[in-house]
């Protein structure tokens, strides 16, 4: 399987933005998908994710109200969109595909995209 995530860029606190992952390859459909975070000097975090069918969902606790995920079957693609950014949100964002919600919950994923940063400015 391989990822292609995009959708980062430069915004100011409160903005929205919303991130893409695009799977290809064999049985895409059977892969539950996640996204993750890293700031600078910080371990890799858990946002959410999701299967893409029949869609269901699972968020860290602390993501929970500000993220969402959501994913379109047609386009093997999975989103994140993000409301409210703050300042604590500048992170590189990747995204993953893995066999199951606990093994991409602790990172036990066939493939990483290639992160996309997302910095979010006063």
């Known amino acids: 399987v391989q990822l292609q995530a995009s959708g980062g860029g430069l915004v100011q606190a409160g903005d929205s933005l919303t991130l893409s992952c695009t799977a290809s390859g064999r049985e895409v459909s059977t892969y539950v998908m996640g996204w993750f975070r890293q700031s600078p000097g910080k371990e890799r975090e858990f946002i959410a994710e999701i299967n893409f069918t029949p869609g269901d969902t699972e968020y860290s606790d602390s993501m929970k109200g500000r993220f969402t995920i959501f994913r379109d079957n047609d386009k093997n693609t999975v989103y994140l969109q993000m409301n409210s950014l703050k300042l604590e949100d500048t992170a590189v964002y990747y995204c993953?595909?893995?066999?199951?919600?606990?093994?991409?919950?602790?990172?036990?994923?066939?493939?990483w995209g290639q992160g996309t940063l997302v910095t979010v400015s006063s």
């Open positions: 993953a595909a893995g066999p199951g919600f606990l093994e991409v919950q602790i990172g036990k994923v066939f493939a």
